[in-house]
DNA sequence: TTTAAAGTTGACTATTTTGCTAGGTTAAGT
DNA sequence: ACTTAACCTAGCAAAATAGTCAACTTTAAA
């Protein structure tokens, strides 16, 4: 499991059009506006995401992208599984040469860990995403809502004591 | 936190370090025959090591590298972190153009999942891959033990039959 | 005290990956 | 027909990766 630049697109991506994709299909040209990632690229992503059936490709006018199963169903290590190349995995090609030394028992080592961040992955899906999305924003926008309680308190506190 | 072969280069190295190191300091060289690593690659990664205070380097003849530190006290996080880049971290630089969209909650998504296995990995030291590393030799051992007896057994088994 | 082994350092090169551009073709809706 | 958007192909510049080469230090042994 590799965790590149290019993953994080291919995330940042999926995650918008689950965001977006209530009833329309939604364009690649729309994610690549919102998200600043060059149109060609998404495609580059797409394209690979579509073989993976990860997504739904829909042509002609009002068509688009749309995702190819439940946001709860779709998680983050296949997404990045989906882009990436097929990892060579194995510097010691499979099996020959190998367990003459401990050399390649690093390698397990790696691989091991590699294998449970995947499963880590694997254990978040785009619905948890939006979830965690949704409660930062609340709370964000309740943050403000409280600041301008705050302020408009001290605004009457301020007067209050002016009529003092 | 990414994770490139760059970093599991870094990791295997300071495993085979760790667990070359008992007396003498371990030169580039035998860990570069051992895992077949280039030598000059090496002295890149561990030029970047030494200046993260992960190892320290011993001139002269007889000379290395050791272990900064106790193998229970380094950590896989902080090998990958000590020779990856910086990490630009943030596309829309630090604050000011990015909450206008939601756009870069994505981002932050992103960012905290990466946290996450950050974390994770700041939790895993050199020495317990190194028990593990030994608990699979030892297994592994002790199936091809295991083996030998129950070859043996048989190879009893069909002697005795043979007498019969 | 030379000398040479062992390590450090930096500059330099080749390859691969990344992110993007430009140009099309194909399918579907108006 | 015309438009829209997916889909495909080729190429390209910048960056990261992986490795080479040569100059320089330190220190143990001669």
Redesign the interface.
């Known amino acids: ?4 630049t290019k993953g ?1 697109y291919a ?2 991506a999926m ?2 059009l689950a ?1 977006h994709s209530d009833t329309k299909p939604v364009t690649l040209t729309d994610i690549a506006a ?3 990632i060059s149109l060609s690229y998404l495609e580059q992503l797409f394209s690979r995401l579509r073989r993976a059936n990860m997504v739904k490709g829909i042509r002609g006018p009002g068509g688009g992208y749309t995702l190819a199963d439940t946001a709860d169903k779709i998680n ?1 290590a296949d997404i990045i599984a989906a882009v990436d190349e097929p990892l060579d995995a194995t ?1 010691c090609g499979g099996e020959a040469n190998c367990q003459k ?3 390649c ?6 691989m ?3 294998e ?2 995947k499963d ?2 694997k254990g ?1 899906t785009l619905a948890q ?1 939006l979830e ?2 949704h409660v ?2 609340v709370a964000k926008r309740q943050d403000q809502e409280a600041e301008q309680v705050i302020e408009i308190h001290r605004h009457t506190e301020l007067l209050a004591s002016l009529n003092e």
């Open positions: 499991m590799r965790l590149t994080r995330v940042t995650l918008d965001f919102r998200q600043t983050i510097k030394e401990q050399a028992l690093t390698h397990d080592l790696w091991g860990l590699s449970q961040i880590y992955l978040i995403l965690k999305h930062q924003s």
